[in-house]
DNA sequence: AATGAATGAGAATTCATTCAT
DNA sequence: TATGAATGAATTCTCATTCAT
């Protein structure tokens, strides 16, 4: 018998769920095991939650609550498009390191196995990125630090891509793999390298001569 | 009874697995359902595959198997590297169409949820790409179509996230639906949209002033 | 759903058990025929006992646990060896019609079959028994009631032996009928004349000459 | 495609079911794999036995039919009791070296697993060796080499009692371990000692004084 | 309100048996 | 006649969910 409870063992509760669904995938996680792990009773977790899949959202919502507040903080200076950019990229690397299991448990939902629910948690969860992104290319469109032929939305999809891959790049067992199957088996120590690389491809990623491109269409 | 499995029977069993595997995952896709909507009785699929993980690694090959012949025809001309992205984009577009399944079953192994052969499957897969790309932008750059500045391996890599992030974006349910959310509601079916602006992404991603650029370091 | 399971059900359980492992053997045995015998779900089953190899040995525990708690009873007197075996055979019919299943269970392990536990479960089981009349034994020769050049453990053993096979002749279906095969068809219900005639056996199997004897060496 | 089955695949299909089946047991044993290793088809093993069942009573009827072969040889001569006791002892020793699989095939039907057709398998298999076996002592009796008091098939059960167990002793996994725990680690390479010991233990059990025993009724 | 034991439907896997070739 | 691939019922074991205490 507990009291009420406190907000405290509530988060344990979802980082302990968080830990579980990253780990095995909302099918293989088991529940009895997150209570067992998280100290309390099936009893409560079902008090609290109508059954696993309501329990998995909610893991999934602070995980993606999380997420977004680091980038929050990350985004209201008000620099440069590419200094902006470099701070992104730092921010993604130190948070994959250190929030392992929230970046697993968003990959978790974009594969079709939780696709019941997928495309609501989209809107919720990208709507606030793709603003952001779009926004900071808008406005440097304006500025004219970027080229005006340029649809900003696409351009914010193509960078948060990137953004994403890298993620996961840290984070899943399969994409740390495929990092070193393309960089090298010491990529994973080489976070500087990535950065400047990374700030290069968003730079000028192919720099095809003005000619040529004229000439494509 | 029936008469020996026939190679089209093969076959079909292993789509109606990719099927299943694709839109359920690994866990919660059912083998007697398979079984079942292939037509032949567990018993066969248990006489061909040792368990339900083998039966999944062979429906995984598969799809990457046809995935892997896609992109080698692609890959096999000789063009400029801006042409053969171009190239290589549309293929992306259309067997994204065509092979849903096989795309989503690849990012069900991405997915922690099968972290176990993931690692010895990333070698496998990604290795013909990583060294067809990796290739394709060191020739490039030998030919002074690129800026010789940076690392081949990292900018195939980065180019292959960027390829891979859209095969999801018309395929996953989630992913499909944040790529409503950052491009519009329309964005899949504006594929010559996506087309050019991602040419132009490559192009020069964000251009900034050299000046600026010389500045940062 | 049933309130918490109490001793008595516990102990229900493994008797539903030992009754279908004494019947069937392991292999045959159905642990949701047993469940479902013993009126509990097979959820518990598996809650109280890892697999049903882990439920077998616990049946198997209980059977022999209660044999051993007969056989000590019996053993506690201080009498002569003839005597004590009297009291033992007596002992043995009465167990033997009282708890059947707990010798087929016993029988079973015995057989090829179950080979993977039987090893260790020998040590555990027989090492009482085995001391126990090994010790009758050499206090019978000590105190002279008895021939002096013998080997204590080989006698105490043959003196087991034949106290398990009339175990069996009892209980299995097969040596009952091998009973009745040697003995004659009433021999099931004349146990005055078979403790007779053991005990016989017992004071001087094949009474030899012992010019006889001393000739054989 | 082969002609008829030979005399000796027969035999050979027979051997391979005595092998697998006193390992596994009836029922974990496997009949494709019997037919496998014995390199037939599964198809001519149902042609010729009815089913599982069916083949596992051949193989049984082929196991018990050596055995009594080998009783039969060593039955024939027309010594004294005790030479004849010596005789088989060393038989049953010699055989349950060479044969372990058969014995472990008999103690198989044994166990109350194979209750179905145990009772009239004993009948069957059980008939010549207590005839003999009573034949013997009952010739004895009437020699004036065994006191006259006894009864003959009693004594007979008595005896192959202590035969069986001794089979037993050195081919199942359990009873070989029991033989340790009782007579010591090295008792399975001491065989002299245990035709010894056996032939004394015939010869007179428990040495009782003739008073005690007048005094016991 | 919290507990956690009990439930039992559901899923993977095995294998005796059939029968088209 | 022999083959052995296919069948699918049967069996073990898991775990989300319930509800008596």
Known sequence: ?????????????????????????????????????????????????ADKEAFFL?????????????????VESDDKLLVRAEKIIRAVQNYARTHKNY????NEITSGSSSKFAPLLAAEIENLTARTYTGFIAKAMEDGDIRRDINPRLFAFFFDNLLTM??????????????KVFCGADILDEDEKVVTELLKFLESAFTFSRSEIVHRR
Chains 1, 2, 3, 4 share one sequence.
């Open 1 to 49: 018998m507990q009291k009420k409870l406190t907000e405290e063992k509530m988060v344990e509760i979802l980082e302990t769920g968080i830990g579980e669904f990253a780990e095995k995938g909302l099918s293989r996680a088991n529940i009895n095991v997150i209570a067992k792990k998280a100290g309390i009773s099936v009893g409560v977790l079902y008090k609290y939650y």
């Open 58 to 74: 909610a893991c999934l919502k602070r995980s993606v609550g999380v997420l977004e507040a680091v980038l929050k903080e990350v």
């Open 103 to 106: 970046i697993n448990m968003y």
């Open 166 to 179: 890298l993620q996961f790049s840290y984070c899943s067992d399969y994409y740390r793999e495929r990092f």
